[in-house]
């Protein structure tokens, strides 16, 4: 990850450097197993037609005024049309979406060294490495930090597995290491996860060995 000086009025990002983004349109994230929240000011600007697919909020999902569960059928979110594009979307507009629904891939983790701009790599266009560098969508992420209500925080120290923890600044050598890993085009996308869960496994298996100034058990 890069971290970048910022203006005094806007957070200072950590962009990852070797991840890229760009909607390819697939639909690959509207067909999974999530409940999105929609916000009452997202369903009340909706036509009947489409507000008429959102469920009732439930319990525990005290902030939303509805809800769509994307992958309750092959067909994946009730908004998705038949072209795997999103009928809101094409209707109305991207900013017509929920928010989750704006924000997907990014999400934000406020760290000790600055916010933290991470991709979801159920994306195909994050997983196959297609589109612009993460920071260049910067304007766009502005807007959506600035209007996110969730975010991850971490401390100085963050826990990898059971009681093994790094420091924060040795968690990114070990983010950035499975990142190229990961994005390594000119192999599958098999043997990158295979390589990837080999890397982070001899970690837990050498953490012992590891500095002091790194690992506290």
């Not at 939303?64 to 009928?87: N, R, Y």
């Not at 993460?134 to 990898?160: D, N």
Request: net charge neutral; aromatic share 8%.
């Amino acid at each position: 990850m890069q971290l970048e000086n910022n203006h005094t009025d806007t957070p200072q990002f950590i962009f990852p450097t070797n991840a890229r983004y760009r909607c390819v349109g697939c639909g690959h994230c509207c067909r999974q197993q999530w409940v999105v929240e929609v916000e009452k000011e997202c369903r009340d600007a909706l036509p009947d037609d489409l507000k008429a697919k959102i469920e009732p909020s439930q319990q525990q999902y005290p902030e939303a005024a509805g809800i769509l569960k994307a992958g309750q059928s092959e067909a994946g979110c009730p908004l998705l049309d038949t072209d795997k594009l999103c009928v809101i979307h094409k209707r109305l507009g991207y900013d017509a979406k929920p928010f989750v629904c704006r924000a997907f891939p990014f999400r934000f983790i406020e760290t000790p060294r600055g916010v933290a701009v991470d991709v979801s790599f159920v994306c195909n266009g994050v997983l196959n490495n297609r589109g612009d560098s993460i920071e260049q969508h910067r304007p766009e992420i502005e807007k959506l930090y600035a209007g996110s209500t969730r975010r991850i925080k971490v401390g100085e120290r963050v826990l990898l597995k059971s009681k093994t923890s790094v420091t924060f600044d040795a968690y990114r050598l070990i983010e950035e290491s499975l990142l190229h890993i990961l994005s390594e085009r000119g192999h599958t996308v098999e043997d990158r996860l295979v390589a990837g869960n080999i890397f982070l496994c001899s970690l837990y298996t050498r953490s012992n060995c590891l500095s002091s100034m790194y690992v506290a058990a």
